[in-house]
Nanobody, 118 residues
């Protein structure tokens, strides 16, 4: 059974930091491109960051602007998103996703809420 379980969300003040984690199981994690996406109320889901199988290649949404870092640990089947300099506009549900490099179809986690507010 495929599972992606996100954790680490919560309430943080503007300018603060959070580290999201995603625990994967039920598939060959090291063969999958992993990514974080987010969806704010009334908005479409958007890509936050993506990391390829070995971790050597990463891609970020334009809005990230060097504030976030995605990483993975293939030995632990974990992917992380370190977020800093958080803004109220970063408030959203953050989702973990895994897909094969040759496929646009993937697995999704249930999401974790991040709220940036004073």
């Amino acid at each position: 059974q495929v599972r992606l379980v996100e954790s680490g969300g919560g309430l943080v003040q503007p300018g603060g930091s959070l580290r999201l984690s995603c625990a994967a199981s039920g598939f060959d994690f090291s063969a999958y491109v992993m990514s974080w996406h987010r969806q704010a109320p009334g908005k479409e889901r958007e890509l936050v960051a993506e990391i390829h199988t070995t971790g050597e290649t990463t891609n970020y949404g334009n809005f990230v602007k060097d504030r976030f870092t995605i990483s993975r640990d293939n030995a632990k089947n974990m992917v992380y998103l370190q977020m800093s300099s958080l803004k109220p506009d970063d408030t959203a549900v953050y989702y973990c996703r895994g897909r094969l490099p040759t496929s646009a179809i993937g697995y999704w986690g249930q999401g974790t809420q991040v709220t940036v507010s004073s």
